[in-house]
């Protein structure tokens, strides 16, 4: 599976946007990107994912650069409950991955009222 | 409905029990997944179903045994578990194996083997 690196951690005050950087420089060109977060005590929870284009839904943005080496999900207003772990990882689609989410360590957010 | 649900919630179990945990879905997902997370580290996958056949275990000592009865259905079965074997264990489903759709999670069952 290819590989993504996060940083560690980011920090964010609340009502700010926040970008979480993403590299997978040895993305194919059937892998998805996909985003999920996970809240204390909480199963992960599915944010958002792309192949190619620029992704918008009711919870966040994602960008995926042109050569899809990197992706930015993009948080346009921090909220308090929006500190979790971000995870961004992925997929290869079809063939025997099943669709099997191989998390790594992810970033950890943190939001300042 | 996107509600994937588990039980039990907490479970204490010792190393010569036999349990079994539950997961539940009516999406009409075909295809579910067990992962297995420790304390302060990331989930690891476990097992894929798809279209109820076992389609990856990741290697998972036969202790742990899953089964899949029907297509909302997928229970993991527990029998002479190790005190390292006690996490958080996670089910989530998807509408197919393709890895084009997301996966929602239930909330876990935190297992503790004594």
């Known amino acids: 599976d290819a590989k993504t690196t996060q940083p560690n951690s980011m920090e964010s005050n609340e009502e700010e946007p926040v970008h979480l950087p993403c590299n997978h420089s040895t993305i194919s060109g059937t892998d998805y990107i996909h985003w999920y977060r996970q809240l204390p005590s909480q199963g992960p929870e599915y944010v958002i994912h792309g192949l190619t284009s620029n992704v918008n839904n009711r919870m966040a943005s994602l960008a995926i650069a042109e050569d899809r080496k990197s992706s930015t999900l993009i948080l346009h207003r921090a909220t308090l409950r929006d500190a979790a772990v971000y995870y961004c990882?992925?997929?290869?689609?079809?063939?025997?991955?099943?669709?099997?989410?191989?998390f790594g360590q992810g970033t950890i957010l943190t939001v300042h009222p | 409905d996107t509600e994937v649900t588990q039980t039990p919630k907490h479970l204490v179990m010792g190393m010569t029990n036999k349990k079994s945990l539950k997961c539940e879905q009516h999406?009409?997902?075909?295809?579910m997944y067990w992962y297995k997370q420790k304390a302060k580290k990331p989930p690891e996958l476990m097992f894929v179903?798809?279209?109820?056949?076992?389609?990856i275990n990741e290697s998972v000592p036969s202790r742990f045994s899953p089964e899949c009865p029907n297509s909302s259905l997928l229970n993991l079965h527990l029998h002479a578990l190790q005190p390292e074997d006690s996490a958080l264990y996670l089910c989530a489903s998807s509408q197919a194996s393709s890895g084009t759709y997301e996966q929602y999670f239930g909330p876990g069952t935190r297992l503790t083997v004594t």
């Open positions: 999406m009409g997902h075909r295809a």
């Open positions: 179903y798809s279209y109820e056949k076992l389609s």
């Open positions: 990882i992925l997929i290869h689609a079809g063939g025997t991955s099943y669709g099997k989410l191989t």
